[in-house]
């Protein structure tokens, strides 16, 4: 399952490198835990949850169905 979330996150990174800042995989847990490590902009940003819940949960989500939600470390 962890090449996959690798895999949607790089279709993501371009859109969060275009604006300074970039997400690191730190680990994705048995349960369906994805784990993130928001960089660069996106790390101070007040819109970071924002981005995190409704822009890189959902994508998750939506083609691996295995994960259960995605939290910023």
């Not at 007040?46 to 939600?69: A, C, D, F, H, Y």
Request: proline share 4%.
């Amino acid at each position: 399952m962890k090449e996959k979330v690798q895999a949607v996150l790089e279709k993501v990174r371009p859109s969060l490198q275009a604006d300074g800042g970039d997400v690191q995989l730190v680990d994705v847990t048995s349960d369906g835990v994805v784990k993130v490590r928001l960089q660069g902009h996106c790390a101070g940003c007040p819109m970071s949850q924002m981005t995190l819940k409704n822009g890189i949960e959902r994508l998750l989500k939506s083609e691996v169905p295995e994960v259960q939600r995605v939290e910023s470390v």
